[in-house]
């Protein structure tokens, strides 16, 4: 019996590698092309957000001066007040109140004010048609005045000063003791000094006892120069003279150390001179009526240092 023929084909055994060398490369390329993508988008993510960000501060910004420009023009369509300053306080619900340059008045204080918080000196607001107190301002003090008040209280002591031996005894008697024993004068019926002078040469050590004293009584200490006061335009002199002792009442006990004061103690010119001494003149009357005044305080003390003896001043008797 004859057998067909089969024709037997050997196939040769491709290698693993050379099958998958086509399709690695392909995925190489798009894991490469996607990667690029995804760096591009997350660049563009990430500026998206820079920017958002920065657009969300500038509309933050906008509704804040959105707001206070309201605000402004809500008070700007307000009507105004009379400023005025408070001389006494009478009851509880009224006041009299000075307003330059009508007058003084007796006025009414809005329910929503805290009387305890008015005192004489304080800044008040009144309703233009009715005179109604309806607001406390805060205290206006130059500049100026602010950089005379000493922050931190002086570390000099009475046994640093030598050879002043007397002197310090008068000190601790005017200055010292009232202020630490103020029932003392009340109880004997006697007016506390206001301050004292000290005149010498320089380098006798006025400064030094004024310093000891504020550092002894634990006292606000504020240190003027008599020629800062004498100032250029009128009035400005006895202005910062009654802001000078508006600052010294709100940090009482204070001790005002005046040095120099002879610059505006001169002695009284004939009025219409028409020199520049006049305005000296106003300053050291502001002074003196600060002294012993109206509004005069026992928990505030002056001490003026000169260099010579000026007669003027100790003819005013407040020294």
């Not at 590698?17 to 086509?22: H, I, L, R, T, Y």
């Not at 005002?256 to 000296?280: H, K, L, P, Q, T």
């Not at 009357?285 to 003896?309: P, R």
């Amino acid at each position: 019996m004859a057998l067909a023929g089969v024709e037997v084909k050997h196939v040769e055994a491709v290698p693993e590698e050379n099958c998958s060398a086509k399709p690695t490369k392909q995925g190489e390329g798009l894991r490469h092309y996607y990667s690029l993508n995804i760096h591009e988008h997350q660049l563009l993510l990430r500026q998206k957000t820079h920017n958002l960000n920065r657009l969300e501060a500038q509309r933050n910004e906008l509704n804040s001066r959105v707001r206070m420009l309201r605000e402004e023009l809500q008070l700007l369509q307000e009507p105004g007040s009379y400023v005025g300053e408070v001389v006494k306080v009478m009851g509880k619900n009224k006041v009299l109140v000075k307003v330059h340059p009508e007058g003084k008045y007796v006025v009414d204080i809005d329910k929503s004010i805290d009387i305890t918080k008015i005192t004489p000196s304080t800044r008040v607001a009144l309703r233009n048609d009715s005179y109604v107190l309806h607001l406390v301002l805060p205290s206006k003090v130059d500049p100026l005045v602010n950089l005379m008040k000493v922050e931190k209280v002086p570390d000099s002591t009475y046994d640093m000063i030598g050879g002043l031996d007397q002197q310090i005894k008068e000190i601790k008697e005017v200055i010292e003791l009232p202020i630490k024993h103020p029932e003392l004068f009340e109880s004997l019926g006697i007016a506390q000094p206001k301050g004292v002078l000290l005149y010498g040469p320089p380098g006798t050590g006025k400064t030094l006892l004024a310093r000891a004293v504020a550092h002894h009584t634990d006292c606000t200490f504020i240190r003027v120069s008599g020629s800062e006061l004498v100032q250029k335009y009128i009035g400005e002199g006895s202005r910062m003279v009654r802001e000078l002792f508006v600052m010294a009442r709100e940090h009482a006990p204070s001790i005002i150390f005046m040095d120099e004061i002879d610059s505006i103690g001169s002695a009284r010119m004939e009025s219409g001179s028409g020199n520049g001494d006049s305005e000296v003149q106003r300053t050291m009357l502001e002074l003196l009526n600060q002294l012993d005044g109206f509004e005069a305080s026992n928990k505030i003390k002056v001490k003026g240092a000169l260099y010579c003896y000026v007669v003027p001043l100790r003819e005013n008797g407040k020294f």
